[in-house]
């Protein structure tokens, strides 16, 4: 296992507490964060007077993290398989000419 994802898991449910099994508070909780995330980046751009920083933003982005790893681990992965499955699908695409920007030389402007 990854040393972040057992890390989180360290700050989890107990092993024995049912709870650690379910998706439903970490999806939420990943989903909450993700909006934490966009939530920064919309005052960064709107707010007058704001600047994110780098930092914020890294640290709203770990949280991400931290509920991806307790996902992952119930699903039964590593954070380096999920990767690894990630860049496979990206890589096929990338084969197939259909690519995360495929098209984007179309976009209406």
Known sequence: MDK???RALETWYKPDDQRRFDRMHPTLKLAGE???FADLHGKHC???GFTATDEQYCD???????Y?????FQLGVTLDELSQ????KLRAREENGTGYNHGIDRACG
């Not at 709203?60 to 931290?66: A, F, M, P, R």
């Open 4 to 6: 972040i994802q057992q």
């Open 34 to 36: 993700a909006g934490e």
């Open 46 to 48: 709107y707010k007058p």
């Open 60 to 66: 709203e982005l770990g949280d991400v993290l931290y």
């Open 68 to 72: 991806v790893s307790i996902l992952a």
């Open 85 to 88: 499955m990630n860049y496979e």
